[in-house]
């Protein structure tokens, strides 16, 4: 007889993350289902209505994702799927309680109670001379983390203190934060503008990734000023431009094309004025020449700052 539930993922003691699927088969009446994740404790983390099958008896597949908002409290914990009939005599109607019909319960390992920025699981088959203390120190720089190791092997693991040669591991993965850099990001400062009092733009500082601080820059300009910054009369000029692309710098020159559009419409303040300083700040940068979407250039040679006909007034 094929069972009214079966989830298929996640398996059991499987180490999940913040955004937990669900899956599997499922018949149920009127074709409503619940899944619902709950810690260690029992309590209560998230839960959601779903529908599959046909509901007249139909198996239907089902899919469905759990969001953990906040981390657990508790490194373990339960994924419970049931049969959602508040039809029963006994049972009141949807809102109030509700059977818990044919429920299946799946237990599984939070990741995310395991270490900070969780990613998955990375396998690491055990060697002689290994301990949970070693292999922690050897992965995480740590080997007081042992804990994180061992909660998501719980299922193979009896005795922490005893593992043997051959075994696999889970070892939960995180991604460490990536180095930032604080750059100058210029805009339109449109008051000063207006009245013909230069400087005509202002500074503000942007953090971006540190390996690609000149993208990063470029990227925080085509956001544009934030509300507060608006409203000190700063302006991001776009001359149609929705973004760029093949930023390279070489021998003191940046080169930089356009997407989207291009157009000066008339105007003696252009993208090209923002874009120039905010490259020029970098020391490899002496020039800075600006290209159209289609790829002209005034000046594409030497050591000069260009722009494409577009741009010019």
């Known amino acids: 007889m094929v069972a009214p539930i079966t989830v298929q993922q996640p398996q059991p003691y499987d180490v999940v993350g913040s955004h937990v699927q669900v899956g599997g088969l499922g018949s149920a009446y009127e074709a409503t289902f619940r899944a619902r994740l709950r810690d260690g404790n029992g309590h209560e983390l998230v839960s959601t209505f779903f529908m599959a099958g046909g ?96 909660e998501a092997n719980r299922d193979m693991i009896g005795d922490p203190n005893l593992i043997h040669a051959g075994l696999e591991l889970r070892i939960p993965h995180y991604v460490t934060e990536a180095p930032t850099t604080t750059v100058d990001v210029y805009f339109m400062h449109e008051d000063r503008f207006v009245a013909g009092t230069e400087p005509y733009t202002e500074a503000v500082q942007r953090t971006v990734p540190a390996p690609t601080p000149a993208t990063g820059a470029l990227q925080a300009l085509f956001a544009g000023p934030t509300a507060a910054e608006q409203a000190q009369s700063l302006r991001v000029v776009l001359s149609e431009a929705t973004g760029f692309t093949d930023l390279t710098i070489s021998d003191g020159i940046a080169r930089v094309r356009l997407t989207g559009g291009c157009n000066s419409q008339g105007a003696t303040f252009t993208i090209q004025n923002l874009i120039t300083p905010t490259l020029k700040q970098f020391d490899t940068v002496d020039h800075v020449k600006v290209y159209s979407p289609d790829g002209e250039t005034a000046e594409p040679d030497g050591p000069s700052d260009s722009m494409p006909a577009c741009l010019e007034p």
């Not at 508040?86 to 319960?105: C, H, N």
């Open 55 to 150: 509901g007249s008896g139909e198996i239907g597949q089902f899919h469905v994702e759990l969001e953990l908002l906040a981390t657990p409290p508790t490194p373990n914990g339960f994924v419970e799927v049931w049969e959602d009939n508040a039809g029963y005599p006994e049972e009141g109607p949807y809102g109030g309680p509700v059977a818990e019909i044919f429920k299946v319960v799946v237990p599984v390992v939070f990741g995310t109670h395991l270490v900070n920025s969780f990613v998955g699981c990375r396998p690491r088959v055990v060697v002689d001379g290994d301990t949970l203390s070693k292999i922690a120190r050897d992965e995480y720089g740590d080997g007081s983390l042992w804990p994180s190791i061992y």
